[in-house]
């Protein structure tokens, strides 16, 4: 497909437990970011990969929340000791360089009980 | 933490009548950008102002950009019932690695 790519599409996990939130960018796009978008809010910044580093991990809530990008293309968000407060919508977007428009998938919607 | 709020946070209109959403945010930005999510899920981009630029059309669509004041606005002419959906407002601020969301209003076409 030419969109992003997220999987699983809904995750219902329980407290404590951990889970891997999969994002597919774009073909040939360099920059990508994960935000959380909890219930009538918007979304809120994550963390912002160039190329496999990590440039920016200023918003992740605390040291439960990890993600990588190993090989420049696909990103894991991993959760740790999920708590309830960890349900929200995780939104993936990429762009072709950063700065440039930001092209969102349709989300993981995660549910902690 | 989120830029900007926007007003009205719903509004609901009749199908052909025009649809005015406001944004407003609180630091110096290099651009302004317009999204479209509907049912709480992926984000479509729409249209981006410049900081140096008033006024932007594309299609339905016109935005206008207000620095002085630290305002945008998004209407929407001739509305169709396909328009429902949560609309949100992004800043891109200089030296910042991601975008800020406004809280987004959900407005509500009615055919």
């Given amino acids: 497909g030419a969109g992003v790519s997220q999987t699983p599409s809904n995750k219902v996990t329980e407290k404590g437990k951990y889970v891997e939130l999969r994002c597919d960018p774009i073909s040939g796009h360099t920059a990508l970011y994960w935000y959380r978008q909890s219930l009538g809010q918007g979304p809120e910044f994550l963390i912002y990969f160039q190329g496999t580093g990590a440039a920016d991990d200023s918003g992740l809530p605390n040291d439960r929340f990890f993600a990588v990008r190993p090989e420049g293309s696909v990103s894991t968000l991993k959760i740790q000791r999920t708590e309830r407060g960890d349900s929200a919508v995780y939104l993936c977007a990429s ?17 902690v009980l | 933490s989120q ?10 209109i009749q199908e052909g009548e025009n649809a005015t959403m406001n ?3 609180k630091t110096s930005i290099n651009n302004l950008q317009w999204y479209r999510q509907n049912s709480g899920r992926g984000l479509v981009h729409l249209i ?14 016109r935005v206008t950009l207000d620095t002085s004041k630290k305002s945008s606005s998004l209407l929407i002419t001739a509305s169709r019932a396909a328009d429902t959906a949560s609309y949100f407002c992004a800043t891109d601020e200089d030296g910042a690695n991601n975008l800020f969301f406004g809280t987004g209003t959900r407005l509500t076409v009615i055919p």
Avoid: M, V
């Fill in chain 1, 95 to 111: 762009s072709f360089q950063h700065k440039n428009i930001q092209y969102f998938g349709a989300g993981t919607r995660l549910s």
């Fill in chain 2, 3 to 12: 830029q900007g709020e926007e007003d009205p946070q719903a509004l609901s």
């Fill in chain 2, 23 to 25: 944004c407003s945010y």
């Fill in chain 2, 48 to 61: 981006l102002i410049r900081s140096n630029e008033r006024e932007k059309h594309s299609g339905r669509l």
